[in-house]
């Protein structure tokens, strides 16, 4: 099998063709992992994965994150706690069976309220509606790059607190004491510009809700954020993906966001998802 590497924008993504995740050699994983750790998203369509192919091919990247705490837990299908339900979907008892809903997911990167976030995430795709539940990403490493200078002074050197309070689909996770206040909430500190293991810089946000900007008052910090989440989502750093089925997905969760279209709830959304264990708490660039 010859592996083709397809960058999908200048900034962010690249679809891989010629490759069966369930049959990979060691040769088309070094060029899988290489394309993932230089466009920081890869796509791979067409596959055909049972949860333990996505397993299998998930461990060649490293040990795995258990699911993170969502609006009802951590919800995983029976005999396989490392995999994560993103589904509207409901069950005979008209509970979720998954997490996130039918409503939009607002850019985010994952877990980043842990002071070892995932290095990636994966999403499978099994269930698709007819329109809308795109997800979207952005390439921070170029956004990092494209920063402009009076922007890059107000962060450089700082770090940022990131909230875990809540998720992206805007709900709030389960046992956690609901607040507006960056400071009370649960999070984690990371850098503003990390050192990305490639070498290269990357701005890291984490979530818009509740995030604040150390060294500053409530308001100042609040206006550098619109500022900076304004130049991240501009168009020129963004890939927008519309899901066919078999497709999967996997970005690098720290030179990437993500978020996601809404759809029509009465319509089936099912992805499965894994996500990789941290191999080293993020870095500030200049450190
Ligand atoms: C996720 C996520 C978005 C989507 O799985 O972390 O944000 O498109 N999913 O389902
Ligand atoms: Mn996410």
Same mark, same amino acid.
């Given at each position: ?9 200048d900034?962010?993504?690249?679809e ?11 040769n ?5 992992e ?5 466009? @920081?998203m890869?796509? %791979? !369509? ?5 949860? *333990? +192919?996505?397993? =299998? ?24 706690p ?33 002071d070892?976030?995932?290095?990636a995430?994966m ?8 329109a809308g539940?795109?997800?979207w990403?952005c390439g ?5 790059a ?10 450089e ?8 309070t809540?998720n @992206?689909?805007?709900? %709030? !996770? ?5 607040? *507006? +206040?960056?400071? =009370? ?11 990305h293991?490639?070498?290269r810089?990357?701005?890291y946000?984490?979530?818009r ?10 308001a ?26 078999g ?12 978020r ?16 990789i264990?941290?191999?080293a ?6 450190a």
């Open positions: 099998m010859s592996v083709t590497v397809r960058p999908v924008t900034s962010v993504g690249a891989i063709l010629g490759v069966d995740l369930a049959r990979l050699s060691d088309d994983f070094t060029a899988v290489w394309a993932w750790t230089e466009h @920081s890869i796509l %791979l !369509r067409g596959q055909t994965l049972r949860d *333990d +192919d996505l397993l =299998a091919f998930s461990r060649r990247f490293g040990e795995l994150d258990p699911p993170p705490n969502q609006e009802r837990g951590r919800i995983s299908p029976p005999g396989y490392d995999i994560y339900v993103v589904s509207n979907v409901l069950d005979a008892k008209g509970e979720p069976i998954g997490a996130l809903g039918a409503g939009e997911a607002v850019w985010h990167t994952d877990m980043s309220y842990l070892t976030p995932p290095d995430s999403l499978y795709a099994l269930e698709i509606p007819p539940g795109n997800t990403f921070m490493q170029a956004a990092c494209a920063l402009p200078d009076d922007l890059r002074r107000r962060i050197g700082r770090r940022i607190k990131h909230d875990g809540y @992206s689909g805007g709900y %709030l !996770r389960k046992g956690v004491t609901p607040t *507006d +206040d960056p400071m =009370a909430a649960p999070g984690a500190w990371h850098p503003a510009i990390l050192r293991p490639n070498g810089p990357t701005l946000l984490g979530r809700r509740n995030s604040y900007v150390e060294g500053y008052d409530r100042e910090s609040d206006a550098l954020l619109e500022a900076l989440w304004a130049h991240v989502t501009e168009p020129r750093f963004v890939y927008e993906h519309a899901w066919r089925l497709d999967l997905v996997m970005w690098d969760n720290r030179s990437t966001m993500h996601r279209d809404p759809f029509d709830g009465a319509a089936r959304r099912v992805m499965h998802r894994t996500q264990k941290g191999s708490r993020p870095v500030a660039f200049a």
